[in-house]
């Protein structure tokens, strides 16, 4: 959370970037900085990059890996994920494994939600936090029958690892970074995508459920996991065996109405469904309470790592900033780090804009002070545009 930052704070200024050449511009929607690395810092390529180039996709940085942006208009792919099905390449997802005789243990000792409940095959969303309860990284955790695996966004997977090993002293536990890489299918069509894609019949799954197939000899994952606010799943693969299930669920596009999708869709997508993202929402300089993570705390299950913050924080019935959405009356979408005051008092601060093709409006995703952080408050911002605080999420899919 960037509120009350100096304005000078380079990641949130308005901006343009290059990539191996190729020029990206801002268009409907804000990118921080902060999701941007150097250009000295090596990036994560998707084993499809070039096959993607090929086929005439825009490639750009997405948390620390060359993806695709798009590959035809944003807005249409958009718009097939929440009508149909959307096909998605999450190469910008790190992983890793955790195994040992003390691996659940110590690792329920570390994150913010409760894993020992989990048996194999289930899974769940978590935090890891400072000792002052700030954001270090977020994480989906899945429950296998000897280890525990864990899916964050790859400019994170170092530093995750890091502040986990940090913290083993004579805990027998084993930390593998994974070659992983994984493809998401969105959408209300996307369980008769993936099964007819894999020749499998899906069982019933919850959130984050998964489980061990293949697929033309190549093995692979399914994991049940939304990323934009419909109905979702992830096929976890290696590099090798990617092109082969990327090019089979290509092969039903006409069928189940599916579209590659690019990260500007996924940007739009996630910001209607109020999802945060790390960089943006999620940061060292916020507590989970702050975001709204309450499907990534337990507090039941006893101590971890920034606990006691997040516990006070809970029993004291208040943060002083929250998570919020806005409408605005323009047109045009605020850009990442715009403030919003009132009487000459900074009262909150935008993360993540876009226009919405859902609901063909700007809105934004803001911290704000609490006392203003009522649906329905009428706000300003120091451009002088105005907008309405709403509940999250935007858009919700229909039950």
Excluded at 53 to 77: D, I, K, M, N
Excluded at 100 to 110: E, I, N, Q, S, V
Excluded at 353 to 378: F, Q
Aim: hydrophobic fraction near 40%; charged fraction near 20%.
């Amino acid at each position: 959370m960037n509120v009350g930052r100096s304005s000078s704070d380079p990641r949130i200024s308005n901006f343009q970037f290059h990539i191996f050449r190729f020029h990206l511009p801002v268009s409907s929607f804000q990118f921080p900085f902060s999701n941007f690395i150097p250009m000295d810092t090596p990036l994560l390529f998707s084993p499809l990059a070039d096959y993607h180039r090929s086929q005439g996709a825009t490639l750009g940085e997405y948390h620390g890996a060359l993806v695709p942006s798009h590959f035809t208009e944003a807005v249409a792919e958009h718009k097939a994920v929440r009508e149909a099905s959307g096909l998605f390449d999450f190469s910008f997802r790190g992983k890793f494994a955790m195994k040992g005789r003390d691996h659940a243990k110590f690792l329920h000792r570390m994150v913010s939600n409760d894993i020992k409940r989990l048996r194999p095959g289930q899974g769940t969303y978590a935090t890891l936090l400072t000792p002052q309860g700030h954001i270090r990284a977020d994480m989906r955790l899945y429950c296998a029958e000897d280890r525990f695996f864990a899916d964050t966004d790859a400019d994170l997977r170092d530093k995750a690892l890091e502040g986990l090993k940090r913290y083993v002293i004579a805990d027998q536990v084993e930390f593998e970074p994974l070659d992983v890489y994984a493809l998401a299918f969105q959408g209300p069509r996307a369980r008769p995508l993936l099964e007819k894609t894999l020749h499998i019949t899906l069982p019933a799954m919850q959130e984050y459920d998964h489980f061990a197939t293949n697929y033309a000899g190549f093995p692979a994952q399914v994991v049940c996991a939304s990323s934009t606010g419909e109905e979702g799943y992830e096929v976890w693969t290696g590099a090798k065996g990617l092109p082969a299930i990327w090019g089979a669920a290509c092969g039903q596009a006409p069928t189940y109405g599916m579209l590659p999708c690019g990260t500007r869709a996924l940007e739009t997508l996630r910001i209607e469904a109020g999802i945060p993202r790390y960089g943006q929402e999620l940061g060292e300089d916020t507590i989970p309470n702050e975001a709204g993570l309450w499907n990534a705390l337990s507090f039941s299950k006893g101590c971890y790592v920034g606990q006691e913050i997040v516990e006070r924080a809970r029993s004291r019935g208040h943060v002083n900033w929250v998570l919020m959405g806005l409408v605005l009356e323009s047109e045009t979408p605020p850009a990442a780090g715009e403030k919003l005051a009132r009487e000459g008092r900074e009262i909150g601060e935008v993360t993540s804009a876009c226009v919405s093709p859902t609901l063909g409006k700007a809105i934004a995703l803001a911290y704000l002070r609490r006392e203003v952080a009522e649906p329905g408050t009428e706000l300003e911002f120091s451009s002088g545009a105005a907008a309405q605080v709403v509940s999250l999420p935007f858009y919700q899919r229909p039950s």
